[in-house]
């Protein structure tokens, strides 16, 4: 995969991009990520890339201008035709659609990505409207640009690029994955995968661990018990931080149950 992030702030991705999975991913050639210094498209002596808005207004705005010329430098394929050629241009913006694993998971499956970092105020319209195919923010607050927005949309699309994680089966067991889990029986895995619900609780040694011990269920050896625990624990995690989300997975009817058995229990507590 080809990624390439435009900046007025390039130096902003030397650390992000240097550890971890991507890091790895990058000398393993699966993904190869370029910044592109928006100033080096600018023609007057001041590098300007922003302006005032028409109309009036506090702050300046991105101008259309250098940003469209260095896009059309990386020969992507023209706006109509992305879809076919796996690519996608990304406006990273407050007003886009809010970033998700399942986003992630469409991102990865391209073959390039263009992530345009808005500064100011924010950008041209015409840069939404006319040359990005996708408006993207990663959450509902606002932040002083793109950039950090940016480095988490590679974060999050390089470590689904088959090959960069070490065991791709974590990946599936991570909160919020709603893809198809590796049993292949139609419903979620405790071990495989969340089903699109918060991971569940995990714990290694010791046992016992200032007096803080492991629960029983998961030394006793019992697969079912563990597998029960796991999903019951995953449900109640969900509903207790982000009871949004059970609105939005299938719920079958054993999940209904135990998330009935934890109401009554916590009710007679």
Not at 64 to 85: D, G
Not at 98 to 108: G, H, P, W
């Amino acid at each position: 995969m080809q990624i390439d992030i435009i900046t007025i702030f390039p130096d902003f991705f030397r650390g992000p991009l240097d550890y971890g999975i991507v890091r790895r991913a990058r000398e393993a050639g699966l993904v190869k990520i370029e910044i592109h210094d928006l100033r080096a498209f600018t023609r007057d002596r001041h590098r300007t890339v922003d302006d005032r808005p028409f109309g009036g207004g506090e702050g300046m705005v991105l101008k259309p201008e250098p940003i469209f010329e260095c896009v059309e430098s990386l020969s992507v394929a023209p706006r109509n035709h992305r879809v076919a050629a796996k690519q996608s241009v990304v406006l990273l913006s407050a007003q886009g659609k809010r970033f998700d694993q399942k986003l992630a998971s469409e991102l990865a499956g391209l073959e390039r990505i263009v992530l345009i970092c808005g500064r100011y105020e924010g950008v041209d319209e015409r840069v939404g409207t006319h040359l990005a195919n996708r408006e993207i923010s990663i959450g509902d607050y606002v932040l002083s640009g793109g950039e950090l927005g940016a480095a988490v949309i590679v974060d999050a699309v390089t470590r689904l690029i088959p090959g960069a994680v070490g065991n791709e089966a974590s990946t599936r067991q991570e909160s919020f994955f709603a893809g198809p889990e590796l049993g292949g029986n139609g419903g979620p895995s405790s071990t495989c995968a969340s089903g699109g619900l918060l991971d569940y609780p995990h714990y290694t040694r010791p046992a016992d661990f200032r007096g803080i011990k492991v629960p029983e269920v998961l030394v006793n050896g019992n697969h079912e018990d563990i597998k029960r625990w796991r999903r019951r624990s995953a449900l109640e995690k969900t509903k207790q931080n982000r009871p949004d989300l059970l609105s939005t997975v299938q719920l079958s009817d054993e999940d209904r149950k135990l998330l009935t058995e934890r109401s009554a229990a916590s009710r007679e507590q």
